[in-house]
């Protein structure tokens, strides 16, 4: 499930109390795993609220659960309660934003630091230190040579893990880096409807 949020056929957002719901859908979904043709099913973009909200109800718990997350948002709260509940979350977004107009993690000192001295890419050291914190990374990429580069994981020290897990800790950088923030909305909900404690530039408060 992308989104915790249901459209209409029209492609109109409904909002959480209306019909069909995300508890709908997934406990719809739960019955395609009984015909045998998928092993198993996850969701995306779910808090820790909308999390508790399919939970209550489900009777398969999500296998995964895709979100934004990198050293600008670790989502440890998130990371801890999915690991408590058996979800692998899985980081979509491993490298941030790489739209150079907008700010990207690949040439954050601290993370090109790291490269320099591992002799690897800034993407690499990112993608490692999703998966060395037991987070799943799935980055994207149409060229070929980058997605030899990408599977290529380094070993990072603690030292280098403590760094990058220090990012968010700065003042201002605790924060999403992708495009869904403005006017307290997205796609038509709250953040408080989403379970997100943002403010409207994606600043985690």
């Known amino acids: 499930m992308h989104w915790p949020q249901a459209s209409d056929s029209e492609g109109n957002i ?8 995300i508890v709908d859908t997934w406990l719809e979904m739960e019955k ?27 009777t398969v718990t999500p296998v995964t659960n895709q979100v934004e997350l990198h050293p600008c948002l670790p989502q440890n709260d998130l990371k801890e309660y999915c690991e408590g509940k058996g979800i692998l979350l899985t980081a ?10 907008h700010m990207t993690l690949l040439q954050e000192p601290v993370v090109v630091e790291i490269a320099e001295k591992t002799k690897s890419s800034s993407s690499q050291v990112l993608i490692s230190w999703a998966v060395q914190r037991r987070t799943a990374a799935i980055p994207r990429s149409e060229k070929e040579a980058r997605i030899q580069q990408n599977i290529a994981l380094v070993r990072l020290s603690e030292a280098d893990m403590k760094a990058l897990n220090d990012i968010h800790l700065k003042p ?8 869904f923030h403005g006017n307290d909305k ?5 953040y408080e409807q989403l379970g997100w404690s943002m403010n409207e530039e994606g600043v985690v408060i």
């Open 14 to 21: 409904l909002q959480p109390e209306e019909h069909p719901t």
């Open 172 to 179: 201002g950088m605790h924060k999403s880096l992708l495009r």
């Open 186 to 190: 997205v796609f038509g909900w709250t």
């Open 32 to 58: 395609l795993l009984e015909t045998g043709k998928l092993k198993s099913i996850g969701v995306s973009n779910f808090s820790i609220k909308t999390l508790e909200q399919l939970l209550a109800k489900a």
């Open 92 to 101: 979509y977004s491993p490298i941030g934003n790489p739209d150079p107009e």
